[in-house]
């Protein structure tokens, strides 16, 4: 479920969200849910959680790492950036609020200027003890610029005039970056190149969290400073007071509260001041969070039944799930959250029969979704998705009830609408409704081997895709095979089950635009995996073999909206998915997923949060005495 | 083959019939037939076999025309819960449902076909190879030898899984699968039989290059040397026929070991698809099952234990059959 795992992918790529194999997860409906009454929750106690494995994608430095889990560590207990969140589950978990900044700043300078002024009185933790400085955001930047630093999500500061992410060589310390002043301690001021509408949600991703340079500058290699992330936050890695800082880079051991292969341990930070900090985003009730590596799952999820462990970052069962839901004791303590994703099969608009709209179209009409969500364990694990973009992202608009233009009865699947589509498919030369033409008879069907959520889905998308006329012929990778299949455009994939997509923060673009603009082709490492705009050029480079005569694009209607702002943006970007699902037809999304966590009897507030798909930690509340 | 000897003993054991039908010459199949149905566990193993290859043969009967099932529809509206739980066995489904909604029974009984296809072909494939190279390396001897001796060394070095792993990623990204040759190797079954007979032969071929050396030497095939026979000739005339036996012997011991490859295969993944079914695949998706829907687990388990149960006891009552030095 919560396992989110992230891939740079470089250039101009945005990012692509890998699940592993664990991602499957299923919780229900995506509701939300917070537990306990925050008025009663008392303070104190150790939250405990297992993971079978961390994942990090970046060694946990928070410059490169881009695992969601990770993401949920830094923005609640150890990294502060200018701008957080509420750090709660939904939409309002989605809104931006200030963290080091005295308030969320509206652009000047036609959107191209933003200017932040710090808080006072928020102290980096032991052992650097200083307060945090415009510098040490600015230093941040340095290390997202630095060539070796291995930022993995740079990409989204290309914006930033004069910073070329990933590129410029040199101790980052001496980077010159002229988009970002810091005229004082307590203001740093961005110049853009170009407006953009949601620069604000880049500068609350943890990469751009104050870093000390006292500390950092002997850790420029890519992950190196993983081990040594000093906090801004209220929380700091166990053990960070005994770094020794003093003898120069090589007095320094890693701190003894991160063992990558063991566990993860959070205790208070002593220079953490409250009231620079409101309890609607950190209310801080746990003393310590202890994260621990337990490679069985099973042993996991019996350990919080047993309340010897509170949570876990791990993936569920299905049989776990199915004795969860039956049993109302365990069920209280099921959480399940929108998770901000969506699942969907991906159609290769350059490759027949998809290159057809109305084979794509019959397609969104003939598959089962809710045979494909039983797969996943059923209303649980998420709504059924009706169009690209989860609800969530736009503000809790449009739903699957407000805009499904492939309505089917009970998401069943309409073999009636479907054959009428492929009536009007140019491969159905009878016009029975069939495909009858030679390319409908073997069509490579790329999915998942190694997860049985997917190889149980397997079975009703071809059997579904039968019913008009095309034979699938499945091909199952292991997880990330396939996904390297699937990325390289060579192969010529025509259609696959096995990609996700989530969200790296509450906007759209993030969604629409780096799946759907042509400028996110590319040959290999590819995730406009239809090719919605491909060009004749980038057809020829990347070797696509097919017609691309009828490839649309939506570049225009992409391109609108990066811009905007506030309201005009969200109608922009459901405009854009609308565009998306009704001219291009890319994919048949099936599950907008959703996140299923279980606690322990211990756990007497629980919250969920939305930004980063895990755990709120920083609004987690124990009873230490049912603790096992 | 020691035939007074095994003669003598017969003669001990049955004197009494022996004397009064007087001495008779048996040949070596009667004798193998007679101390075979001695073996019950062994006679017990055959008959199974013989039964799943029955059912194997007659699974699209079963399916159609009794419980009127196909072994890939999908009963998802019926046979699982809302939330996607297979339902047990019950009058229709008389092994319930698998996670994906399918007729389990219809499922494990096709599964026969699957495992037994590639016990058959794999286990053929490996005996062919490994009996050719192992009577050349055996009769030649020498660099050839070295050659092809080390060349099965190498092939019993490689790490299987590694290999299928690979082999399955390269050939599953096009729907020609990957060329070897004229042939096509699709995945699924024709990769399993290649992986599991191109990981076995060497098991038969040093067997056999082993008994061709000493047999090379016996005077038979001097004798037939001396009156001008081919290379060929002697070793596909004169010592094959002598190589049946422990041919024999060793491929019905391969066999259940090609059954669970296969199944560790398709338990990984790695073996054939979803629209196969595949008793190790079934296990496989049982492990994630097993706690709510023990059907899962239970009925491709027994089936794959039995199947391979009955082919070591047929191997085992064969060897004894076949080679009485071996004693238990």
Redesign the interface.
Known sequence: MSKKRYLGLGALVLVFALIAAACGGGGGGGGTSAQGNAGNVKKGGTFRVATEDFGFTGAFDPTDEYLGEAWGMYTNMLVRTLLTYKHTAGPAGNVLVPDLATSVPQPTDGGKTYTFHLKNGIKFGPPVNREITSKDILYAFQRIACKTCGAEYGFYYSVIKGLKPGAMPGDPGKIKIPGIETPDDKTIVFHLTQPTGDFLYRLAMPATGPIPQEVAHCFTKAGDYGRYVISSGPYMIAGSDKLNIKNGCSGMKPISGYQPSKELDFVRNPNYDPSTDSPDVRANYVDGVTITIDTNTKDIWNKVQQNALDGEISHI???T???Y?SNPDLKKNLHINSGDRTWYITMNLTQPPFDDIHVRKAMNYVI?K??L????????SGDIATHIMPPTMTGGHPTAAEYDPYKTPNDQGDVQKAMAEMKQSKYDTNHDGKCDASVCK???F?NR??N?TW??M???V??DAKKIGINL??????TS?AYT?LQTVN?N?PISLVPGWGKDYPDPYTFVYTLFHSSSILCQGNVNYSLVGLTPSQAKECGVKGDISNVPSADKELDKCEPLTGDQRTQCWVAADKFIMEDIVPWVPYLWSSVIQATSDAVTNFDFDQFSGTWAYSKIAVDPSKQQ | MGQTASDAIVAAEHGAVVEQEGVRGRSPWQLFWYRFRQDKLALTGLIIIVLLGVLAAIAPLISHGIVHHGPNQLFSNTMLTQGGIPKGPNGQFWFGADSAGRDLFVRVLYGTQTSLEVAVIATGFAVLIGTVIGLIAGYFGGAIDTLLSRTMDVVLSMPLLLFAIGIVAACSTTIQGCPIGPLHLTPGLPIVIFVIALFSWPYIGRIVRGNTLSLAQKEFVEAARSLGASNARIMFREIFPNLVAPILVYSSLIVPSNIIFEASLSYLGLGVPQSIPSWGRELSDASDWFTVAWWMLVFPGFFLVLTTLSFNLLGDGLRDALDPRTGR
């Open positions: 069962q299905p049989d799930l199915a004795q839901q089962d809710q045979a969500r039983k797969a996943w364990g059923g209303p649980a073997r069509v490579l790329l081997g190694d049985p190889t149980n397997e079975p009703t071809v059997a012929v499945p091909r199952e990778l292991a095979a299949t192969k994939i």
